[in-house]
């Protein structure tokens, strides 16, 4: 089992920068296949990116590819989101999410654990 603890949300101007952290209790945490993930108020959850246990592979959605980036650094148990060029239509919480199951996957319901969350607002 693992827990995980998203950091590092706020508010940034349009066109800012934000690095996400997520942070997950447990010594097996290179097992694990890493996602985020968001929701807009009124919105369902989407994928935004995913990245292997490993590190050597990672997906983003069409809508933040070239601009935000998984990375994660299993020595000190944590996946990072960086988030270049927001938007507002970024504005969101955003979820950390871990599974054993797949080596990445884009599909929420594949995830096993996941964090409570942390807020960005992108907004001048």
């Known amino acids: 089992q693992v827990q995980l603890v998203e950091s590092g949300g706020g508010l940034v101007q349009p066109g800012g920068s934000l690095r996400l952290s997520c942070a997950a209790s447990?010594?097996?945490?290179?097992?694990?296949?890493m996602g985020w993930f968001r929701q807009a108020p009124g919105k369902e959850r989407e994928f935004v990116a995913t990245?292997?246990?490993?590190?050597?592979?990672?997906y983003s959605a069409d809508s933040v590819k070239g601009r935000f980036t998984a990375v994660r650094d299993n020595a000190k148990n944590t996946v990072y989101l960086q988030m270049n060029s927001l938007k507002p239509e970024d504005t969101a919480i955003y979820y950390c999410?871990?599974?054993?199951?797949?080596?990445?996957?884009?599909?929420?319901?594949?995830?096993?654990?996941w964090g409570q969350g942390t807020q960005v607002t992108v907004s001048s």
């Open positions: 999410a871990a599974t054993l199951r797949y080596s990445t996957t884009y599909y929420a319901g594949a995830y096993e654990y």
């Open positions: 447990g010594r097996t945490f290179s097992s694990y296949a």
């Open positions: 990245i292997s246990r490993g590190g050597g592979s990672t």
